[in-house]
Protein backbone atom coordinates (compact mmCIF):
# COMPACT_ATOMS: atom_id res chain seq x y z
CA UNK A 1 0.00 0.00 0.00
CA UNK A 2 2.66 2.52 -0.87
CA UNK A 3 2.07 6.23 -1.54
CA UNK A 4 4.90 6.89 -3.60
CA UNK A 5 5.06 8.97 -6.29
CA UNK A 6 1.71 10.61 -5.21
CA UNK A 7 0.55 14.15 -4.57
CA UNK A 8 -1.01 14.56 -1.53
CA UNK A 9 -3.26 17.44 -0.57
CA UNK A 10 -4.02 17.98 3.44
CA UNK A 11 -6.00 20.46 5.22
CA UNK A 12 -5.74 19.74 9.07
CA UNK A 13 -4.92 21.20 12.20
CA UNK A 14 -1.14 22.30 11.40
CA UNK A 15 0.49 21.42 14.80
CA UNK A 16 3.26 19.07 15.76
CA UNK A 17 1.81 15.48 15.54
CA UNK A 18 0.06 16.87 11.85
CA UNK A 19 3.73 18.03 10.74
CA UNK A 20 5.28 13.97 11.96
CA UNK A 21 2.02 12.57 10.05
CA UNK A 22 2.73 15.05 6.90
CA UNK A 23 6.31 14.48 6.67
CA UNK A 24 6.09 10.84 7.42
CA UNK A 25 3.88 10.35 4.30
CA UNK A 26 6.63 12.44 2.64
CA UNK A 27 9.30 9.90 3.57
CA UNK A 28 7.31 7.32 2.03
CA UNK A 29 7.61 8.78 -1.20
CA UNK A 30 4.57 11.55 -1.55
CA UNK A 31 4.40 15.25 -2.63
CA UNK A 32 2.85 16.55 0.26
CA UNK A 33 1.15 19.83 0.50
CA UNK A 34 -0.36 21.46 3.81
CA UNK A 35 -2.71 24.01 4.55
CA UNK A 36 -4.97 24.62 8.41
CA UNK A 37 -8.53 23.22 8.13
CA UNK A 38 -9.11 26.46 10.74
CA UNK A 39 -8.12 30.08 10.61
CA UNK A 40 -7.24 29.84 14.47
CA UNK A 41 -6.03 25.97 14.36
CA UNK A 42 -2.17 26.96 13.43
CA UNK A 43 0.85 26.91 16.09
CA UNK A 44 2.93 29.21 14.02
CA UNK A 45 6.59 27.66 15.33
CA UNK A 46 5.25 24.37 13.57
CA UNK A 47 4.15 26.14 10.31
CA UNK A 48 7.37 27.81 10.33
CA UNK A 49 9.78 24.72 11.34
CA UNK A 50 8.07 22.62 8.74
CA UNK A 51 8.88 25.40 6.56
CA UNK A 52 11.99 26.39 7.01
CA UNK A 53 13.65 23.55 9.09
CA UNK A 54 11.78 20.42 6.64
CA UNK A 55 11.21 22.00 3.20
CA UNK A 56 7.68 21.42 3.46
CA UNK A 57 5.18 23.56 1.47
CA UNK A 58 2.83 24.73 4.08
CA UNK A 59 0.27 27.27 3.89
CA UNK A 60 -1.36 28.02 7.33
CA UNK A 61 -1.05 30.48 10.23
CA UNK A 62 -2.56 31.36 13.31
CA UNK A 63 -5.25 34.60 13.33
CA UNK A 64 -5.70 34.16 9.53
CA UNK A 65 -8.90 35.99 8.11
CA UNK A 66 -11.31 33.50 5.88
CA UNK A 67 -10.09 34.93 2.62
CA UNK A 68 -6.29 33.59 3.86
CA UNK A 69 -7.56 30.72 4.46
CA UNK A 70 -9.61 30.09 1.46
CA UNK A 71 -6.46 31.29 -0.57
CA UNK A 72 -4.31 29.07 1.40
CA UNK A 73 -6.71 25.46 0.73
CA UNK A 74 -6.53 26.71 -2.77
CA UNK A 75 -2.68 26.73 -2.89
CA UNK A 76 -3.14 23.55 -1.20
CA UNK A 77 -4.80 22.10 -4.66
CA UNK A 78 -2.65 23.95 -7.35
CA UNK A 79 -0.29 20.57 -6.20
CA UNK A 80 -3.17 18.36 -8.23
CA UNK A 81 -3.40 16.31 -5.71
CA UNK A 82 -4.08 12.66 -6.61
CA UNK A 83 -5.24 11.87 -3.04
CA UNK A 84 -6.68 14.59 -0.36
CA UNK A 85 -7.05 14.38 3.47
CA UNK A 86 -9.53 16.39 4.72
CA UNK A 87 -11.22 17.56 8.13
CA UNK A 88 -14.29 19.06 7.92
CA UNK A 89 -14.73 18.34 4.00
CA UNK A 90 -13.39 22.47 2.86
CA UNK A 91 -10.87 20.88 0.53
CA UNK A 92 -13.41 18.24 -0.80
CA UNK A 93 -16.16 21.42 -0.80
CA UNK A 94 -13.87 23.51 -2.89
CA UNK A 95 -12.94 20.50 -5.65
CA UNK A 96 -16.38 19.49 -5.84
CA UNK A 97 -16.86 23.91 -6.38
CA UNK A 98 -14.88 26.13 -7.78
CA UNK A 99 -12.11 23.66 -8.54
CA UNK A 100 -13.68 21.16 -10.29
CA UNK A 101 -11.66 21.30 -12.91
CA UNK A 102 -8.81 19.15 -10.87
CA UNK A 103 -12.03 16.73 -10.03
CA UNK A 104 -10.54 14.03 -12.81
CA UNK A 105 -7.22 13.66 -11.28
CA UNK A 106 -8.37 12.73 -7.78
CA UNK A 107 -8.35 9.19 -6.70
CA UNK A 108 -9.84 9.51 -3.34
CA UNK A 109 -9.39 11.03 0.21
CA UNK A 110 -9.88 10.67 4.08
CA UNK A 111 -12.29 12.64 6.11
CA UNK A 112 -10.98 13.43 10.04
CA UNK A 113 -13.59 14.61 11.54
CA UNK A 114 -18.05 14.12 12.76
CA UNK A 115 -18.28 17.87 10.89
CA UNK A 116 -16.83 16.75 7.47
CA UNK A 117 -18.59 12.91 7.14
CA UNK A 118 -21.56 14.61 7.72
CA UNK A 119 -21.34 16.81 4.63
CA UNK A 120 -19.48 14.19 2.60
CA UNK A 121 -22.65 11.46 3.37
CA UNK A 122 -24.76 14.57 2.37
CA UNK A 123 -22.72 15.35 -0.98
CA UNK A 124 -23.13 10.90 -1.38
CA UNK A 125 -26.89 11.21 -0.98
CA UNK A 126 -27.25 13.89 -3.54
CA UNK A 127 -25.10 12.07 -6.11
CA UNK A 128 -22.58 15.33 -6.15
CA UNK A 129 -19.68 13.46 -4.51
CA UNK A 130 -17.01 12.53 -7.35
CA UNK A 131 -14.26 10.24 -5.76
CA UNK A 132 -14.14 7.92 -3.05
CA UNK A 133 -13.99 9.27 0.86
CA UNK A 134 -12.65 6.48 3.48
CA UNK A 135 -14.59 7.87 6.52
CA UNK A 136 -11.49 7.57 9.17
CA UNK A 137 -13.56 9.55 11.78
CA UNK A 138 -15.46 6.35 12.46
CA UNK A 139 -12.55 3.92 12.34
CA UNK A 140 -12.77 2.19 16.09
CA UNK A 141 -9.14 3.59 16.32
CA UNK A 142 -9.66 7.05 15.66
CA UNK A 143 -13.73 7.61 17.35
CA UNK A 144 -13.41 5.79 20.44
CA UNK A 145 -10.07 7.54 21.55
CA UNK A 146 -9.46 11.01 19.66
CA UNK A 147 -13.01 11.99 19.99
CA UNK A 148 -13.88 11.00 23.32
CA UNK A 149 -10.20 10.95 25.37
CA UNK A 150 -8.41 13.13 23.18
CA UNK A 151 -11.20 15.69 22.71
CA UNK A 152 -12.18 14.91 26.30
CA UNK A 153 -8.64 16.80 27.52
CA UNK A 154 -8.18 18.91 24.55
CA UNK A 155 -10.93 21.02 24.96
CA UNK A 156 -10.52 21.01 29.04
CA UNK A 157 -6.74 22.22 28.10
CA UNK A 158 -8.04 25.07 25.92
CA UNK A 159 -10.90 26.20 28.29
CA UNK A 160 -8.46 26.42 31.43
CA UNK A 161 -5.71 28.16 29.38
CA UNK A 162 -8.02 30.68 27.61
CA UNK A 163 -10.12 31.73 30.90
CA UNK A 164 -7.87 30.41 33.71
CA UNK A 165 -11.30 29.98 35.38
CA UNK A 166 -12.50 27.08 38.16
CA UNK A 167 -14.08 24.27 36.87
CA UNK A 168 -14.93 22.27 40.35
CA UNK A 169 -18.44 23.44 41.47
CA UNK A 170 -19.87 25.03 38.41
CA UNK A 171 -22.55 23.75 36.23
CA UNK A 172 -21.27 22.76 33.63
CA UNK A 173 -23.53 22.36 30.25
CA UNK A 174 -22.30 19.95 27.13
CA UNK A 175 -24.55 19.88 23.91
CA UNK A 176 -24.41 16.78 22.35
CA UNK A 177 -23.16 13.55 23.91
CA UNK A 178 -21.54 11.82 20.73
CA UNK A 179 -18.59 10.41 21.19
CA UNK A 180 -16.66 13.86 21.79
CA UNK A 181 -19.67 15.34 24.00
CA UNK A 182 -19.37 11.85 25.83
CA UNK A 183 -15.61 12.57 26.48
CA UNK A 184 -15.97 16.19 27.21
CA UNK A 185 -18.51 14.97 30.04
CA UNK A 186 -16.72 12.79 31.36
CA UNK A 187 -13.26 14.60 31.86
CA UNK A 188 -15.79 18.05 33.11
CA UNK A 189 -17.53 15.51 35.81
CA UNK A 190 -13.48 14.46 36.84
CA UNK A 191 -12.73 18.40 37.30
CA UNK A 192 -15.37 18.52 39.74
CA UNK A 193 -18.10 20.13 37.96
CA UNK A 194 -22.01 19.59 37.86
CA UNK A 195 -22.32 18.27 34.42
CA UNK A 196 -25.57 18.52 32.33
CA UNK A 197 -26.01 17.50 29.13
CA UNK A 198 -28.64 18.50 25.84
CA UNK A 199 -29.52 16.01 23.59
CA UNK A 200 -31.77 15.76 20.16
CA UNK A 201 -31.24 12.34 19.94
CA UNK A 202 -33.60 9.78 22.51
CA UNK A 203 -30.46 7.05 22.57
CA UNK A 204 -28.16 9.40 23.41
CA UNK A 205 -30.51 11.49 26.03
CA UNK A 206 -31.12 7.72 27.51
CA UNK A 207 -26.87 6.96 27.51
CA UNK A 208 -26.40 10.56 29.35
CA UNK A 209 -29.10 9.39 31.81
CA UNK A 210 -27.24 5.82 32.79
CA UNK A 211 -23.71 7.62 32.49
CA UNK A 212 -24.81 9.46 35.80
CA UNK A 213 -25.62 13.03 33.85
CA UNK A 214 -28.55 15.02 34.19
CA UNK A 215 -30.37 15.64 30.54
CA UNK A 216 -31.97 19.08 29.87
CA UNK A 217 -33.29 20.75 27.22
CA UNK A 218 -30.58 23.52 25.97
CA UNK A 219 -33.41 26.43 27.32
CA UNK A 220 -33.67 25.43 30.81
CA UNK A 221 -29.71 24.15 31.14
CA UNK A 222 -28.59 27.56 29.71
CA UNK A 223 -30.12 29.62 32.65
CA UNK A 224 -28.01 27.85 35.15
CA UNK A 225 -24.43 27.35 32.96
CA UNK A 226 -21.55 28.91 34.03
CA UNK A 227 -19.87 26.66 30.92
CA UNK A 228 -21.41 25.95 27.86
CA UNK A 229 -19.65 23.69 25.47
CA UNK A 230 -21.28 22.72 22.11
CA UNK A 231 -20.26 19.55 20.66
CA UNK A 232 -22.74 18.84 17.80
CA UNK A 233 -21.72 19.28 14.41
CA UNK A 234 -24.71 21.00 13.84
CA UNK A 235 -25.62 24.93 13.96
CA UNK A 236 -27.38 27.24 16.30
CA UNK A 237 -27.27 25.31 19.25
CA UNK A 238 -26.77 28.44 21.24
CA UNK A 239 -28.74 31.15 19.75
CA UNK A 240 -30.64 34.51 20.61
CA UNK A 241 -33.35 32.50 21.82
CA UNK A 242 -30.96 31.50 24.74
CA UNK A 243 -29.07 33.93 25.39
CA UNK A 244 -31.04 36.96 27.40
CA UNK A 245 -31.36 33.88 30.39
CA UNK A 246 -27.53 33.24 30.64
CA UNK A 247 -26.55 34.28 33.44
CA UNK A 248 -24.05 36.70 33.78
CA UNK A 249 -20.35 36.16 33.03
CA UNK A 250 -21.11 32.44 31.47
CA UNK A 251 -17.89 31.22 29.20
CA UNK A 252 -19.58 29.52 25.87
CA UNK A 253 -17.05 28.15 23.77
CA UNK A 254 -17.52 25.14 20.75
CA UNK A 255 -15.76 22.08 20.19
CA UNK A 256 -17.25 21.29 16.95
CA UNK A 257 -15.27 21.67 13.80
CA UNK A 258 -17.35 25.45 12.20
CA UNK A 259 -17.71 28.55 14.14
CA UNK A 260 -21.51 28.32 14.09
CA UNK A 261 -22.81 26.35 16.93
CA UNK A 262 -22.56 29.51 18.72
CA UNK A 263 -24.46 32.21 17.23
CA UNK A 264 -22.00 34.82 16.60
CA UNK A 265 -24.43 36.87 14.35
CA UNK A 266 -27.21 36.83 17.19
CA UNK A 267 -24.55 38.36 19.68
CA UNK A 268 -23.47 40.72 17.52
CA UNK A 269 -26.69 41.81 17.07
CA UNK A 270 -28.00 41.58 20.93
CA UNK A 271 -24.54 42.87 22.47
CA UNK A 272 -24.14 46.77 23.11
CA UNK A 273 -20.37 46.34 23.38
CA UNK A 274 -17.98 43.88 22.63
CA UNK A 275 -14.36 43.86 24.03
CA UNK A 276 -10.86 41.56 24.11
CA UNK A 277 -10.86 40.91 27.85
CA UNK A 278 -8.17 37.56 27.74
CA UNK A 279 -6.15 36.83 24.29
CA UNK A 280 -8.27 33.90 23.46
CA UNK A 281 -11.44 35.70 25.53
CA UNK A 282 -14.19 38.25 23.68
CA UNK A 283 -16.57 39.68 26.32
CA UNK A 284 -19.87 40.81 24.86
CA UNK A 285 -22.18 43.15 27.28
CA UNK A 286 -25.82 43.02 26.13
CA UNK A 287 -28.67 45.64 26.90
CA UNK A 288 -29.60 44.77 30.59
CA UNK A 289 -25.56 44.87 31.60
CA UNK A 290 -25.16 41.41 31.19
CA UNK A 291 -22.01 39.74 30.21
CA UNK A 292 -21.17 36.84 27.91
CA UNK A 293 -17.84 35.51 27.04
CA UNK A 294 -17.21 33.92 24.12
CA UNK A 295 -14.19 31.70 23.76
CA UNK A 296 -12.16 31.29 20.71
CA UNK A 297 -14.28 33.31 18.51
CA UNK A 298 -17.04 30.40 19.29
CA UNK A 299 -14.23 28.14 17.15
CA UNK A 300 -12.72 24.86 17.77
CA UNK A 301 -11.27 25.65 21.34
CA UNK A 302 -9.59 22.72 21.42
CA UNK A 303 -7.12 23.62 19.38
CA UNK A 304 -7.30 27.32 18.83
CA UNK A 305 -6.73 28.05 22.94
CA UNK A 306 -4.92 25.29 23.57
CA UNK A 307 -2.49 22.55 22.09
CA UNK A 308 -4.75 19.88 20.48
CA UNK A 309 -4.98 16.34 21.41
CA UNK A 310 -2.14 14.50 23.42
CA UNK A 311 0.35 12.64 21.05
CA UNK A 312 -0.67 9.40 22.62
CA UNK A 313 -4.05 10.06 20.79
CA UNK A 314 -2.88 11.01 17.62
CA UNK A 315 -0.44 8.59 16.99
CA UNK A 316 -3.44 6.48 16.56
CA UNK A 317 -5.87 8.94 14.79
CA UNK A 318 -2.68 9.42 12.04
CA UNK A 319 -1.91 5.85 11.77
CA UNK A 320 -5.58 5.70 10.05
CA UNK A 321 -4.95 8.14 8.06
CA UNK A 322 -1.32 6.79 6.93
CA UNK A 323 -2.52 3.30 6.01
CA UNK A 324 -6.21 4.91 4.62
CA UNK A 325 -3.93 6.66 2.13
CA UNK A 326 -2.91 3.74 1.25
CA UNK A 327 -5.48 1.47 0.97
CA UNK A 328 -6.98 4.13 -1.18
CA UNK A 329 -3.58 4.55 -3.48
CA UNK A 330 -3.96 0.84 -4.19
CA UNK A 331 -7.33 0.62 -4.33
CA UNK A 332 -9.22 3.66 -5.27
CA UNK A 333 -9.73 2.35 -8.97
CA UNK A 334 -12.19 -0.14 -7.77
CA UNK A 335 -14.10 1.78 -5.55
CA UNK A 336 -17.54 4.22 -6.31
CA UNK A 337 -17.63 7.84 -5.58
CA UNK A 338 -19.13 6.83 -2.09
CA UNK A 339 -18.26 7.66 1.56
CA UNK A 340 -16.22 4.09 2.67
CA UNK A 341 -15.24 2.68 6.14
CA UNK A 342 -11.81 2.17 7.18
CA UNK A 343 -11.20 -1.58 6.36
CA UNK A 344 -11.32 -3.55 9.65
CA UNK A 345 -7.79 -5.31 9.10
CA UNK A 346 -6.83 -1.72 9.04
CA UNK A 347 -8.49 -0.41 12.47
CA UNK A 348 -7.09 -3.99 13.61
CA UNK A 349 -3.41 -3.66 12.80
CA UNK A 350 -2.97 0.15 13.98
CA UNK A 351 -4.61 -1.50 17.34
CA UNK A 352 -1.97 -3.96 16.78
CA UNK A 353 0.45 -1.56 16.42
CA UNK A 354 -0.40 0.70 19.32
CA UNK A 355 -0.39 -2.61 21.75
CA UNK A 356 3.15 -3.27 20.63
CA UNK A 357 4.28 0.23 21.43
CA UNK A 358 2.50 0.08 24.92
CA UNK A 359 4.20 -3.00 25.33
CA UNK A 360 1.00 -4.49 26.28
CA UNK A 361 -0.05 -8.12 25.64
CA UNK A 362 -3.15 -9.70 25.08
CA UNK A 363 -4.20 -13.27 24.97
CA UNK A 364 -5.42 -15.04 21.50
CA UNK A 365 -8.11 -17.58 20.50
CA UNK A 366 -7.13 -21.50 20.47
CA UNK A 367 -8.37 -23.03 17.32
CA UNK A 368 -10.73 -24.99 19.49
CA UNK A 369 -12.19 -21.39 20.71
CA UNK A 370 -12.24 -20.23 16.71
CA UNK A 371 -14.49 -23.44 15.97
CA UNK A 372 -16.70 -23.00 18.76
CA UNK A 373 -17.17 -19.22 18.50
CA UNK A 374 -17.47 -19.94 14.29
CA UNK A 375 -20.21 -23.62 15.20
CA UNK A 376 -23.91 -23.14 15.62
CA UNK A 377 -24.06 -26.66 17.03
CA UNK A 378 -22.44 -26.18 19.92
CA UNK A 379 -24.07 -24.63 23.16
CA UNK A 380 -23.08 -25.70 26.77
Known sequence: MSVRGLRIGMALHVEAKTGVLALSLREAGAQVRLASCNPLSTDDSVA????EVHGLDVYAKKWQTNEEY?????????????????????????????????LKGVRGGNEETTTGVIRLRAMERDGALRFPII??????????????????????????TATNLLIAGRTFVVAGYGWTGRGIAMRARGMGARVIVTEVDPVKAIEATMDGFEVLPMQKACRIADFIISATGCKDIVTAAHFPGLKDQVVLGNAGHFDNEVSKADL????KSKRR??????????????RIHLVAEGRLLNIAAGQG????????????QAVSAGYLAEHAAEL??????????LDLKVARLELNSLGIKIDRLTEEQRAYLDSWREGT
Open 135 to 160: DVNDAQMKHFFDNRYGTGQSTIDGLM
Open 277 to 290: VREFVEEYVLADGK
Open 70 to 102: YANLNKVLDLKPDLVIDDGADLVFLLHTKRADL
Open 48 to 51: AALA
Open 336 to 345: KPRVYPVPQD
Open 268 to 271: ERLA
Open 309 to 320: HPVEIMDMSFAI
